[in-house]
Structure formats: C-alpha cells, structure tokens
C-alpha cells in the first residue's frame, strides 16, 4: 500500500523519497515534511523550506517514459489548477517549472527520475509551496488561514493523474499552458535572447529570433525586466 511519511525537519523530502523507492515504496507514497533544511530546486539551488509551507515529494511509477520529456509542464499545470482555489489570483506557469501569483513565486516543481538499466524504475516528484512569507526572499503565498491538508488533499489526485499520463502535451493542456504562461509575448535574456511565444507539446520553450525560433529544452528562463527596453 502507498504510505505517507511524516517529518518535523528533514533534510531534503527529495532525499528521504528516492530512499523509500529505492527499498521499494509504492507508487502513491508520499513523503511530508514541516520544514526542511536543505531543500533544493532545479541545479541543486536551495529552495528555502521553513515551517508552514507545503514541502512534499510523491514518488511514482509511471509506465511511459517519453512522457517525462513533459512531467514537469504536467504537473506544474496539474498544482496551479489546484492552487487556484487558495490563491488571490490565478496562478500562472514559468516555464520549466516555477508557478506564481502576478509576478512573485509561489511554487517550484522538481522531477527526478532514477533509471534500472534502460528501464524507468521510479520518478520522485518534489513540489514545495509558500503558505508563508517566506524570511530571507519575497515571495508570493496563499490566501491567509489556508490549511496545508486541504492544500495537500487538492494537489494529490491531480499530481497523480498527471503522472499517470502519456506521451507529449495534449491540446487541452496546450490551451490552459497558453492561459497561465507568465512569459508568453516577453522577452528573455537566458537561456537565448528574444521574445517567448510559447511551449512546443513536447515540452520546448519556443523563443522567436530575429529570423527563427529556438526551441529550448534544457536551462533557466530569465525574462527581461519591464523596465528595461525591448
């Protein structure tokens, strides 16, 4: 049966998730912490966990592995349509994997997957959200006296439907992607310089050039600040 772990402080629920898989947790497993002191985002940044935040890794199983090509995108999509209900704004997406209210950071994703050989054996799907301020960053939070069960019971079944999912983006998910994109029509300066038209359904940040688009797959989106000249 998928069980869930509880922690006061953890290093990383990361970290504590990729161990119960490894020693073969089920698919479902959830492991929760209070706080973490040594959360991590995408590139081993810190992300910084103090207590009254959502700080979660589910692990999963999933029977496709092309469709990790996309998860992340999946699954940011999957927490923002559940976060709407505890936030003051619709939540918006930032490709790869950042969710935020107007224009301050509410949530990260962070998918790792560990490999048997050329078979997917586990993905460890780490979601970390801001009920609070956090002290040492600005950051955007849910509503005041939101409860983080029920923000938990709405992020599972869409976290695990998503997982569950194949192959690339659907037309629907392309269509709420287009809806929630924070940088769509902006202008980058990483991972490439120019102007963010949107996401391929195969999970590229397409970036118009002067005379092409680039398709991006890997890197961080620096957008360029409004004020500052297109």
């Not at 003051?88 to 950042?98: C, G, L, S």
């Not at 709420?176 to 120019?194: F, I, M, N, Q, S």
């Amino acid at each position: 049966m998928p069980r869930v772990e509880l922690f006061d402080v953890v290093g990383s629920t990361m970290d504590e998730a990729h161990a119960l898989a490894s020693d073969g947790a089920q698919a479902g497993t959830v492991v929760l912490a209070d706080s973490q002191s040594s959360g991590r985002g995408r590139n081993g940044k810190r992300w910084s966990s103090p207590p009254r935040g959502v700080w979660m890794t589910l692990i999963e199983r999933p029977p496709d592995p092309s469709a990790l090509d996309v998860l992340s995108l999946r699954i940011g999509l999957a927490a923002a349509r559940a976060l709407d209900a505890f936030a003051a704004e619709p939540v918006r997406v930032k490709w790869p994997n950042d969710l935020y209210v107007e224009s301050a950071k509410l949530a990260g994703v962070l998918v790792e997957a560990r490999w048997r050989g050329d078979r997917l054996d586990w993905v460890a799907i780490g979601l970390g959200v801001n009920l609070d301020q956090p002290p040492d960053q600005a950051a955007a939070v849910l509503e005041p006296g939101t409860s983080r069960v029920d923000v938990i019971c709405a992020l599972l079944p869409e976290l695990r439907g998503s997982a569950a999912m194949s192959g690339p983006l659907t037309q629907d998910e392309m269509d709420e992607y287009a809806a929630r994109d924070l940088a769509r029509g902006r202008v980058c300066t990483e991972p490439v310089r120019g102007r963010v038209v949107g996401i391929a359904p195969t999970g590229e940040l397409l970036v118009e050039l002067a005379d092409s688009v680039a398709r991006v797959r890997t890197g961080s989106l620096v957008l360029q600040s409004s004020n500052e000249s297109d």
